[in-house]
């Protein structure tokens, strides 16, 4: 939720929201807010009570009308790969077949240099990549979360995975989706790059940073010096991104990360 809502603040210059989530299972929520712009400032205390009274008014409506309507039928996978995120966002069934895909997705597939379909089934479209992509399907289906990188049609090119299980046993109306695919290119923004790197291997801020300096070939000292901490905290940090990178060395993080920084 920590990147849809920096997404809102940074394209639509969100200062401040009250919300209320009406609605949660897995991937699906629905939220009653009322969003303030920057210009507006902080919500006061009238807007607050006035949000409380209609938030519960809304969210007894909503129960009213689930309880009515009864389950989603299956086979409707469109809440779980929305137009309006900027990834694209496949649903597969256990065994890796396409139930659906956003706009982003579909385009994604026309140009076939990243992923591809075939016989229904999502596959990258390097072969390099196959064993990989296949051993994350596996664990996602097993009910683990599984991050990896493919190549895309530039030359070093990076796109970012996220490959995350859908426990349906837990809906109120099972369908056979298993598994949503996440799937974006780091690089599509400059400013993106701070936010892969954190949610790829779940960095700090700090821990972000430093990565970043280290990438333009600064010792940790100098990185240090230009990030304006002591060399001692530098180390700290680094020692905790070996530990979530799965790298021992220096040059081993660089090599594992720099496939996703580009410096063009």
Known sequence: KNEFYD???????????????????????????????????????????????????????????????????????????????????????????????????????????????????????HRSSLVEFKRGIAAAINGHGFDLLLPGGEKSKKYIVKLVPVKTLEFSSPVPLAILVYLWDPMRTRQNIDQSLRILWGLSHAESALVMQLSYGLSLTLAAEALGVSRHTARNQLQNIFAKTNTNRQAELLAHILGIIDHK
């Open 7 to 125: 997404w809102l603040k940074r394209d639509y210059g969100l200062g401040y929201f009250l919300g209320s989530r009406l609605y949660d299972e897995g991937d699906t929520s629905v939220f009653h807010s009322i969003e303030f712009s920057k210009k507006h400032g902080h919500p006061g205390q009238a807007e607050i009570d006035s949000f409380t009274r209609t938030s519960r008014a809304l969210g007894n409506a909503w129960r009213c009308a689930s309880l009515v309507a009864g389950p989603v039928p299956t086979g409707h996978f469109k809440a779980w790969v929305p137009d309006h995120l900027p990834w694209s966002i496949f649903a597969l069934s256990s065994v890796g077949k396409v139930l659906d895909m956003n706009s982003e997705a579909r385009a994604l597939v026309e140009r076939r240099d990243v992923v591809s379909i075939w016989d229904e089934i999502l596959v990258p479209s």
